[in-house]
């Protein structure tokens, strides 16, 4: 491996985990900072395999653009399906590969909030819970 594809680093724009609602687009983008070369190609992985964009399912897209500042590549899924849910992987040729997860809900998503009180200067923490009509999908 290359000083260059050791230095480099591919990352995804937003949360780790991304929650979409079934019938919705998903969008990933992935940029290759400033300080590498462009890479000659950037490949797409949903778990273990390569993101086919001619496939029968269709509503895939991809749109790469490469600028001084460095390279975005933007993945876009339309009409999310269930089969969609997974990690996904952004693998530049001369980069190190970043990945984030989506989880593609099956209804109506609610986020609910409790209360937290404390004192000024004492850490919180909170634990999110994300409620689907038919189960819970815990973090």
Same mark, same amino acid.
């Given at each position: +491996?290359?000083?260059?594809?050791?230095?480099?680093?591919?990352? @995804?724009?937003? &949360? &780790?985990?991304? /929650?979409?609602?079934?019938?919705?687009? @998903? *969008?990933?983008?992935?940029?290759?900072?400033?300080?590498?070369?462009? &890479?000659?190609?950037?490949?797409? /992985?949903?778990?273990?395999?390569?993101?086919? #964009?001619?496939?029968?399912?269709?509503?895939?897209?991809?749109?790469?653009?490469? %600028?001084?500042?460095? %390279?975005?590549?933007?993945?876009?899924?339309?009409?999310?399906?269930?089969?969609? %849910?997974?990690?996904?992987?952004? +693998? &530049?040729?001369?980069? *190190?590969?970043?990945? %984030?997860?989506?989880?593609?809900?099956?209804?109506?998503?609610?986020?609910? #909030?409790?209360?937290? =009180?404390?004192?000024?200067?004492?850490?919180?923490?909170?634990?999110?819970?994300?409620?689907?009509?038919?189960?819970? =999908?815990?973090?």
């Amino acid at each position: +491996m290359s000083d260059e594809r050791l230095n480099a680093q591919a990352t @995804i724009s937003g &949360p &780790p985990e991304v /929650y979409v609602k079934k019938g919705s687009t @998903i *969008s990933l983008t992935c940029t290759v900072n400033v300080h590498s070369t462009p &890479p000659s190609s950037v490949l797409w /992985y949903h778990g273990h395999s390569v993101v086919d #964009f001619d496939s029968p399912r269709g509503g895939i897209s991809l749109e790469t653009e490469k %600028t001084e500042a460095g %390279t975005t590549s933007k993945l876009l899924v339309t009409k999310a399906l269930l089969s969609d %849910t997974g990690n996904y992987t952004c +693998m &530049p040729s001369n980069a *190190s590969p970043a990945s %984030t997860v989506v989880h593609v809900l099956n209804g109506k998503a609610n986020l609910l #909030f409790h209360d937290i =009180v404390s004192n000024a200067g004492h850490e919180v923490s909170a634990k999110c819970t994300l409620v689907k009509t038919d189960q819970h =999908v815990r973090n």
